[in-house]
């Protein structure tokens, strides 16, 4: 498959590196520390036309799809992927918008938050069903023209900023399949009777806003409803096949930004009278992680350009994000390995880098997660294409 890009691509990849230069890196190491979300950095980011890359012009986007974001991604994440999902995640949540929801909420939504005047959230992970989303058990009871919501949600990226949040709810509990009970219903967030509480002293992305959310006795318009009730877990189970894409290209960008930093500093660091660049150990390790980057990036790209030609593959999906992520924790270990103790301490970004990484694992479906769909598939007849 031939993965070249093309000019307009070639040109978004450059114009979100070097926003990320410009705009990231001044800010990561203060932003990382002191666990502080940025937010006149999504307005920064909307000017540019680094937001939303997927949504259609009708709605007032790029008119890009999700490969391009994915692209954004990848180059934002070379410089830090803390900040990069701050960027990211400003439109997390609006795909089920984009994909399931009304005319109505897409013309009502979408745009804004490509002009920077909300940010949104995804509210499906819960303090007992994280990759066990079927065993969510916050509800939304009609009642009349309105939902009442309770329960709790964790771990949610944007929960304590967002403006809107798509939540996922049971809505059709006496439903005898148990993935048939669940809806998506969109929340203002600042509806009476819901708790915000940040999540502090995360292992890394601490510039990304994470929060526990607790909804209680919370009323929404019945028109909130995203997509088909009693579908809302199978429109998850869509958007998260969309949005791995997403991870992976992440952990690509992670995994470059590691190298790059590596290359520089191997170069310049002197041992035993020579540049430690000249030893041929090192050598191997350079090149180790250079090959596994480039496979990673290779995986991601084929997944990403086959969900906008309508070719959606789970098991490819899932590859794509359970091999870029561990890539990214594998090659931010030798990064950090190679930095010495330079590379223990604050004063290297490598050190923020190895922390960042690990979240790829975890988030957006864990690997282990990943490897059954992956081997699901290999088991069906025919195996893999």
Same mark, same amino acid.
């Given at each position: 498959?031939?993965?070249?890009?093309?000019?307009?691509?070639?040109?978004?990849?450059?114009?979100?590196?070097? +926003? *990320?230069?410009?705009?990231? /890196? #001044?800010? =990561?190491?203060?932003?990382?520390?002191?666990? !502080?979300?940025?937010?006149?950095?999504?307005?920064k980011a909307c000017?540019?036309?680094?937001?939303?890359?997927?949504?259609?012009?009708?709605?007032?986007?790029?008119?890009?799809?999700?490969?391009?974001?994915?692209?954004?991604?990848?180059?934002?994440?070379?410089?830090?992927?803390?900040?990069a999902q701050v960027?990211?995640?400003?439109?997390?949540?609006?795909?089920?918008?984009?994909?399931?929801?009304?005319?109505?909420?897409?013309?009502?939504?979408?745009?804004?938050?490509?002009?920077?005047?909300?940010? +949104? *959230?995804?509210?499906?992970? /819960? #303090?007992? =069903?994280?990759?066990?989303?079927?065993?969510? !058990?916050?509800?939304?009871?009609?009642?009349?023209?309105?939902?009442?919501?309770?329960?709790?949600?964790?771990?949610?990226?944007?929960?304590?900023?967002?403006?809107?949040?798509?939540?996922?709810?049971?809505?059709?509990?006496?439903?005898?399949?148990?993935?048939?009970?669940?809806?998506?219903?969109?929340?203002?967030?600042?509806?009476?009777?819901?708790?915000r509480n940040k999540?502090?002293?995360?292992?890394?992305?601490?510039?990304?806003?994470?929060?526990?959310?607790?909804?209680?006795?919370?009323?929404?318009? *019945?028109?909130?409803?995203?997509?088909?009730?009693?579908?809302?877990?199978?429109?998850?189970?869509?958007?998260?096949?969309?949005?791995?894409?997403?991870?992976?290209?992440?952990?690509?960008?992670?995994?470059?930004?590691?190298?790059?930093?590596?290359?520089?500093?191997?170069?310049?660091?002197?041992?035993?009278?020579?540049?430690?660049?000249?030893?041929?150990?090192?050598?191997?390790?350079?090149?180790?992680?250079?090959?596994?980057?480039?496979?990673?990036?290779?995986?991601?790209?084929?997944?990403?350009?086959?969900?906008?030609?309508?070719?959606?593959?789970?098991?490819?999906?899932?590859?794509?994000?359970?091999?870029?992520?561990?890539?990214?924790?594998?090659?931010?270990?030798?990064?950090?390995?190679?930095?010495?103790?330079?590379?223990?301490?604050?004063?290297?970004?490598?050190?923020?880098?190895?922390?960042?990484?690990?979240?790829?694992?975890?988030?957006?479906?864990?690997?282990?997660?990943?490897?059954?769909?992956?081997?699901?598939?290999?088991?069906?007849?025919?195996?893999?294409?």
């Amino acid at each position: 498959m031939d993965f070249e890009l093309t000019d307009e691509q070639k040109m978004l990849q450059e114009t979100a590196y070097k +926003f *990320a230069l410009r705009e990231l /890196e #001044p800010i =990561a190491r203060a932003c990382d520390r002191e666990e !502080r979300y940025p937010r006149d950095l999504i307005t920064k980011a909307c000017a540019t036309g680094l937001v939303g890359c997927f949504v259609p012009e009708a709605y007032d986007g790029p008119g890009f799809g999700f490969f391009e974001h994915a692209l954004v991604s990848e180059q934002l994440s070379r410089v830090d992927l803390g900040l990069a999902q701050v960027i990211a995640a400003a439109s997390f949540g609006t795909e089920n918008i984009l994909l399931f929801g009304s005319e109505e909420q897409k013309k009502k939504y979408l745009p804004l938050v490509l002009n920077g005047r909300a940010l +949104f *959230a995804g509210a499906y992970t /819960e #303090p007992d =069903a994280g990759t066990d989303l079927a065993n969510a !058990r916050t509800t939304a009871v009609r009642d009349g023209d309105e939902y009442v919501v309770n329960g709790t949600k964790m771990f949610i990226t944007n929960g304590n900023v967002c403006d809107f949040m798509v939540v996922l709810c049971v809505t059709h509990p006496a439903e005898e399949k148990k993935h048939r009970r669940f809806s998506l219903i969109l929340v203002e967030a600042d509806r009476k009777g819901i708790t915000r509480n940040k999540i502090r002293g995360k292992m890394g992305i601490r510039a990304s806003d994470t929060a526990e959310l607790v909804f209680e006795d919370v009323r929404v318009p *019945a028109a909130n409803l995203v997509g088909e009730p009693g579908r809302g877990f199978y429109h998850l189970m869509h958007f998260f096949d969309i949005t791995r894409t997403h991870v992976a290209a992440q952990g690509v960008g992670l995994a470059q930004g590691a190298l790059d930093k590596t290359l520089r500093y191997v170069r310049e660091r002197q041992t035993f009278g020579q540049p430690l660049a000249a030893n041929q150990a090192v050598q191997f390790m350079l090149a180790e992680m250079a090959t596994k980057i480039e496979l990673a990036r290779n995986t991601f790209y084929k997944a990403a350009r086959q969900v906008d030609q309508g070719r959606l593959d789970p098991a490819l999906n899932a590859m794509a994000k359970y091999f870029a992520a561990e890539t990214a924790v594998w090659v931010c270990d030798k990064a950090l390995q190679l930095h010495g103790g330079y590379g223990y301490i604050d004063e290297y970004d490598v050190q923020r880098f190895y922390r960042d990484a690990k979240i790829l694992e975890i988030y957006e479906g864990a690997k282990e997660a990943e490897k059954m769909t992956i081997a699901r598939r290999l088991l069906q007849a025919g195996g893999m294409p």
